[in-house]
């Protein structure tokens, strides 16, 4: 199981961007999707997350909620992280990952995908 996420870029203050994360290969057991994000020196932090098998409850980050969407395409095994009314203290690197229910692990991280919001 891979996942990819795209999407980042310069933006400006009040600006939006959409963050993709395609999920390659299969998965059997529960799982949620997840964005996290960080800027060093700062901890990994919760962005979202979406329920990808068994549903889809949605979770947010109060510092997001009202500006990020977080979505997904079974079909196309895409979630996404629609983002508008980007603030500076948005700038990170944004990754995805798939949480295990069974196992209360976080199975698979993506890559992650930088993003500046910057005048």
């Known amino acids: 199981v891979q996942l990819q996420a795209s999407g980042g870029g310069l933006v400006q203050p009040g600006g939006f961007l959409r963050l993709s994360c395609a999920l390659s290969?299969?998965?059997?057991?529960?799982?949620?999707m997840y964005w996290f994000r960080q800027s060093p020196p700062n901890a990994r932090q919760f962005v979202a997350s979406?329920?990808?098998?068994?549903?889809?409850?949605?979770n947010y980050a109060d510092y997001v909620k009202g500006r990020f969407t977080v979505s997904k395409d079974i079909d196309k095994n895409t979630a996404y992280l629609q983002m508008n009314n980007l603030k500076p203290e948005d700038t990170a690197v944004y990754y995805c990952t798939l949480y295990n229910r069974n196992s209360a692990n976080f199975d698979y991280w993506g890559e992650g995908t930088l993003v500046t919001v910057s005048s």
């Open positions: 290969g299969q998965i059997f057991s529960r799982h949620d």
């Open positions: 979406i329920g990808w098998t068994g549903g889809s409850n949605t």
